[in-house]
């Protein structure tokens, strides 16, 4: 079975502070993605990448940035958290292979709230 | 560019039928279509790629029509476990990057 495991589950931050927020899978995937779902809204793509050390902007980067320097890891990075970032973020997964396009796995997810 | 799903929210008893519809403003490469209940994490359902093919999920069936940019999916015999939401996500072209729907939410009464 595919795992996608992230860090936290449930974290409370600060405003102003630095927050990582990682994710691993064990499948040798080579796409990964950064979403945060806000109800009413769905699942809004922040980053992915295709590659390591590949990266590109979803729809909503801003105020944050990423990292992927393994294969199997990819990190979501807010530089200095506020209260409008408070929301579940979603890491997910895929094959990539030829123009065929591939189900995604998610991850549990962490709630991030920021006060 | 966010797709447009309708209904917003569905209430079914068991054994009743239902379609949950994705429209897009743009032509589409492909359709996902994943359920997450409550507290989990979204989970595959179906992919409808341009040209017809489907790989997808043994009990719920989907439509795509590539003219009309619109996806539906169809929940036949409705179970209690089909309660969840559901979310279209839509790839304008090869890439794998996905745009989704803001979900709708179905629950299934006994």
């Known amino acids: 079975d595919v795992k996608v495991t992230q860090s936290s589950r449930y974290l409370v931050k600060r405003t102003g502070e630095k927050v990582f927020l990682e994710c691993v899978q064990d499948?040798?995937?080579?796409?990964m993605f950064w979403y945060r779902q806000d109800p009413g809204l769905g699942l809004r793509l922040i980053y992915f990448?295709?590659?390591?050390?590949?990266?590109e902007k979803g729809d909503i980067p801003e105020g944050y940035s990423v990292s992927r320097e393994k294969k199997e890891r990819f990190s979501l990075i807010l530089e200095s958290a506020s209260t409008n970032q408070t929301s579940m973020y979603l890491c997910?997964?895929?094959?990539?292979?030829?123009?065929?396009?591939?189900?995604?796995?998610f991850g549990p997810g962490t709630r991030l709230t920021v006060t | 560019q966010q797709p447009v799903q309708s209904p917003q929210a569905v209430i079914l008893r068991e054994g009743e039928d239902a379609v949950i519809n994705c429209s897009s403003s743009?032509?589409?490469?492909?359709v996902h279509w994943y359920r997450q209940k409550h507290g989990e994490a979204p989970v595959f359902l179906m992919i409808?790629?341009?040209?017809?093919e489907q790989k997808g999920h043994e009990k719920i069936s989907a439509s795509f029509n590539e003219k009309k940019q619109q996806s539906s999916l169809y929940l036949t015999a409705s179970q209690l476990s089909y309660s969840g939401t559901y979310f279209c996500?839509?790839?304008?072209?090869?890439?794998?990057?996905?745009?989704f729907g803001a979900g709708t939410i179905l629950r299934v009464k006994s």
């Open positions: 990448s295709y590659d390591v050390k590949m990266k």
């Open positions: 743009k032509a589409l490469y492909s």
């Open positions: 996500g839509t790839e304008m072209e090869y890439g794998n990057k996905l745009v």
């Open positions: 997910a997964s895929s094959f990539a292979w030829g123009d065929v396009s591939y189900e995604q796995y």
């Open positions: 499948m040798d995937h080579e796409n």
């Open positions: 409808l790629l341009k040209g017809g």
